[in-house]
């Protein structure tokens, strides 16, 4: 396995969150429902897909990974060498590290030796860009990335105003787990602060360790933003990238897209 970085080096103005948020990602990603659900679908798409899979934003490697052992070959791209870090040791374990090839790269500067039949972008990551003209740059770069008539797949979750008016600025638990190195219990606050005019999310988020009485013994803090996108915006964003709709669905199992879908998983494609 190969990790690259692009020429020019990684684009400065977006900063690696994810590095922040190593310790404690594949916790909640254990305890994470959309995780649970759009897993086998990613993984069956990587499978059936006639050549080379480009995940965009590959994290730890959970889905890649798992493509890799049907026999794929994956370019997994992410900015935070942490994630790229827990990629390369969990192909390595499951033994398709010669099969998961790694570039460190922003999005926005992301070149390929060679276009590609897919590239997906899971998990809701196409939220992370929340500048819209970030978007537009790395749709262009998924563009310029396909074979003509591939595909580009990918989700987001639904905003809903309910939901966020209930949440905005309120702490919850989002995973509570035994660190595996201190063996101290940990919980895990998020808190989402909502900017309604920009369609963002100010995320403060922090872990408490605490030792064997309940009593804190660490706290750490960390913070990364987020964005929603509305069906209408992503598809004007998607065709003046150049990309045709193929199918948004409503769920990772191919039900429609109804008003009360909380994801749009979208089927792009680039003309033949
Ligand atoms: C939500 S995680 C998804 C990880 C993986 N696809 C999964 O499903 O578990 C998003 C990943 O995208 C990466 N990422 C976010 N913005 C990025 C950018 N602008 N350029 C490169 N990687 C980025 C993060 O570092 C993180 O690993």
Known sequence: MMLERPAGGPIATMSAEYDDFGDVYEQCIEQSEIARRNLPFYVRLGAKSPGTVVELGVGTGRIA?????????VIGVDNSLRMLD?????????????????????FRAVTLAEPVPLVTMPF????????PSDRAQVLRR??????????????????????AQRYDNVPHIEAEYTDPETGREVIFWTCGIYDLEDQRIRVV???????????????????????????????????????????VYGDFDGTPLTEDAAVNVWIARKPS
Do not use: N
Request: charge should be negative.
């Open 65 to 73: 990974v798992e493509v890799a052992r049907r026999g794929k070959h």
């Open 86 to 106: 827990a990629c390369r040791r969990r192909a390595a374990e499951a033994g398709v590290a010669d099969s998961v090839h790694l570039i460190h790269s922003d």
């Open 124 to 131: 809701h990551t196409i939220c992370d860009i929340a500048e």
């Open 142 to 163: 998924v563009a310029d990335s396909l074979l003509p008539g591939g595909r580009f797949v990918f989700d987001h979750f639904v905003f809903d105003a309910e939901l």
């Open 205 to 247: 988020a922090w872990s408490d360790e605490l030792d064997r009485d309940g009593v804190l013994v660490r706290r750490r803090y960390r913070r990364y933003t987020s964005c929603w996108i509305e069906t209408e915006q992503m598809l004007a964003e998607l065709e003046a990238a150049g990309l045709e709709v193929e199918a």
